[in-house]
């Protein structure tokens, strides 16, 4: 996916020092990810992306003051002194399997990403977030683009009978939570296929690995999460909740912090990207911009990089100095992958309020990918960032789109594409990136930094010496 940088923000001129500012060039360490970068700043000034209206505060700002949605971060998660007698209980209820899959959507949910959802949706909820892409709750109008559900098939309907809560149980056959009050309803398919993606055609990976295989039901309730979801992979720790993404927020004093979702490993370009947009965010007077580095962790298609191949990949990119530890924040957004594109490019944007960010990177097709039966994209490339200006529920995040960065075989670096010396530039997608790197070809010096890089390279390199399975 080629990205786009074009920052469309008014200056902020309340409450600056209206004196030209010079910016001293950070020297990057290689530090812990998670560094204390002590420093202050009153009386800052925040624009929405709808109205550009101002607002000040008279004290110390928190990033973390922008309200999730509903005004209440949701946390699902039974406190410890419950957990013994909520056990006990689920024991003597019909068990629902949960697909791995089902099991990151009840991470998603019960660490409040999906604020003030609190659980998998019943039959007035789907039908809002199909139909309108938002959901009263409470009186309060959300946004909620993807619908987040759990299917059953009709012999697990059977079993639950009239019961009014089941428990979940997981791929480890484990019990991981118990969902109150249940609503049972038919699921349509075909209907939430074609207003989800925009197309039923097939070969759409979400669909052919989660919907098509799944029950004729969708099993709607409140959600009680037996303990946190952990993965036991070695990267739980990158795994901060929206909760804990605040208090790191505040802990830093960040008065901004912007949000870049990425599937793909770091090249120089992004890193382009993400350093610009900080420049310009000290330049319109923030103090302390935080970058919030946040890789999509949950399913993704199997030609995509693994989740540990790009951690490993996005730690060089730190330990490289391409971006700056003391300024950025690694984290692990646990959402699943759907490629649906401006439908679901809202759901990531939505979780980063949710976070605490209160700026939003958006590029070239976010969400998108080819189309599954025809060699076209499958979705307009701009219409993702036009969406996001738009779209109800939003109003109160920043959204960031950009012009488009490339390989600049003059100045051998990446660059802002410049349309008046077209030829001296070269676009290389991220199949191009996975094609070098699995065929040991080296990528334009520049590109992406060489630890970065041999990362991906010993990744591929390993696929190819797998020893293949011989037919006896």
Excluded at 133 to 149: A, H, Q, T, W, Y
Excluded at 322 to 330: H, R, S
Excluded at 443 to 451: K, Q, R, S
Aim: hydrophobic share 35%; aromatic share 8%; charged share 25%.
């Amino acid at each position: 996916m080629s990205l786009t940088v074009n920052l469309n923000i008014t200056p902020l001129n309340t409450h600056f020092n209206p004196k030209p500012k010079t910016h001293k060039t950070p020297t990057f360490l290689t530090t812990p990810i998670y560094h204390s970068n002590k420093l202050t700043h009153k009386n800052p000034t925040f624009l929405t992306h709808h109205t550009h209206k101002k607002m000040t505060s008279s004290h110390v700002i928190k990033s973390s003051l922008i309200d999730p949605d509903g005004g209440v971060l949701v946390d699902l998660i039974v406190p410890e002194d419950q957990r013994g007698l909520k056990c006990v209980e689920a024991e003597g209820m019909v068990k629902v399997g949960l697909t791995k899959i089902d099991l990151e959507w009840v991470h998603v949910v019960s660490e409040g990403w999906a604020s003030p959802l609190k659980g998998f949706m019943r039959e007035d909820e789907y039908l809002q977030s199909l139909h309108f892409g938002s959901l009263r709750i409470d009186g309060c109008r959300v946004n909620m683009s993807l619908p987040i559900v759990l299917a059953i098939d009709d012999e697990t309907k059977e079993r639950i009978g009239g019961d009014k809560d089941v428990a979940l149980v997981g791929p480890d056959s484990n019990t991981v939570a118990i969902l109150r009050s249940i609503e049972i309803y038919k699921h349509n398919k075909e209907e939430r296929i074609a207003r989800t993606w925009g197309t039923t055609a097939p070969g759409l990976p979400y669909v052919e690995e989660v919907i098509t295989p799944a029950g004729n039901w969708l099993i709607g309730g409140d959600l009680e999460v037996l303990s946190p979801i952990k993965y036991n992979d070695g990267l739980d720790s990158y795994r901060l909740s929206p909760k804990q993404l605040r208090e790191e927020f505040d802990r830093r004093q960040a008065d901004a912090v912007f949000a870049f979702q990425l599937r793909n490993p770091v090249h120089n370009g992004h890193a382009l990207l993400m350093n610009d947009t900080r420049k310009r965010l000290l330049d319109l007077g923030y103090k302390n911009p935080i970058l919030l580095l946040h890789p999509l962790g949950g399913y993704t298609k199997a030609d995509d990089v693994p989740l540990d191949v790009r951690m490993e990949q996005h730690s060089k990119v730190l330990e490289d100095g391409v971006l700056d530890p003391e300024t950025t924040i690694v984290s692990i957004f646990p959402s699943p992958m759907h490629y649906a594109g401006p439908t679901e490019v809202q759901w990531h944007a939505k979780a980063r309020i949710n976070a605490g960010a209160n700026f939003y990177i958006v590029g070239r097709d976010p969400a998108g990918m080819g189309h599954p039966t025809e060699k076209r994209d499958l979705y307009d490339p701009d219409h993702g960032k036009k969406v996001l200006s738009m779209a109800p529920g939003l109003e109160k995040l920043n959204i960031l789109p950009f012009r488009v960065a490339a390989y600049d075989t003059v100045a051998k670096e990446m660059a802002f594409f410049d349309p008046s010396r077209a030829k001296d530039f070269l676009f290389i997608s991220g199949t191009k990136m996975r094609s070098f790197a699995r065929t040991g070809e080296s990528p334009p010096n520049g590109f992406m930094c060489p630890g970065g890089w041999d990362v991906l390279v010993k990744y591929y390199a390993s696929l190819q010496a797998a020893p293949s399975v011989v037919s006896a």
